[in-house]
């Protein structure tokens, strides 16, 4: 398989450039993933305005969704990032492995959500009724079903583009599920 480079600030387009400088400002640096989305012209703008696009899920249960989404989906470099994340947004670490597993033990309302998002990426959208009924009973409304269906595709789409590119994660590296149960 070819190797993927981590395209520099040089190296991409001047559109891409300002979104470079961009995220250097709000995060600290620019993240290898999304660099990578800068070997095409319109791929990291589109990506961010889409996953920066408003919903009804909050910041902590948009992570819920991303880490079990990632580990469905075996994904390290998403895994890392969101394990950071994850904590920045107030998880402990040993929620954070529950999260990747699909379940929240100490919180019945996040455990529908994890189970649903980790259901409907097992179940490539197909998703069992019982986990449908089950998330809905525990409070959440359609809106949201349609928000963590949006949610599960977005983070499907850094999955796979890691996945395909292999590209270095810059996050501290998550340790595998099955090592930490």
């Known amino acids: 398989m070819s190797t993927f480079n981590v395209p520099t600030r040089e190296e ?25 989305y800068a070997h095409s012209e319109n791929a990291l703008e589109n990506y961010l305005t889409f996953s920066n696009a408003k919903t009804s899920l909050n910041a902590k249960q948009k992570e819920v969704v991303n880490l079990a989404v990632s580990q469905v989906n075996n994904c390290i470099y998403c895994l890392s990032a969101h394990t950071a994340i994850g904590k920045m947004n107030g998880f402990t670490d040993d929620q954070i492995l529950e999260l990747r597993a699909g379940v929240a033990s100490f919180d019945s309302k996040l455990d529908a959500l994890a189970r649903l998002a980790r259901n409907i990426t097992e179940n ?36 796979y583009i890691h996945s395909t590119t292999q590209v270095p994660v810059d996050f501290p590296v998550a340790q595998p599920l099955e090592a930490t149960v």
């Open 124 to 159: 490539r959208g197909a998703t069992d009724a019982e986990v449908v009924d089950n998330f809905l009973n525990a409070g959440w409304t359609k809106e949201n079903l349609i928000d963590t269906i949006v949610l599960v595709g977005d983070k499907t789409i850094s999955n």
């Open 12 to 36: 991409v387009s001047s559109k891409n450039q300002a979104i470079f400088d961009n995220l250097e400002k709000a995060v600290g640096f620019v993240p290898n993933l999304f660099a990578t």
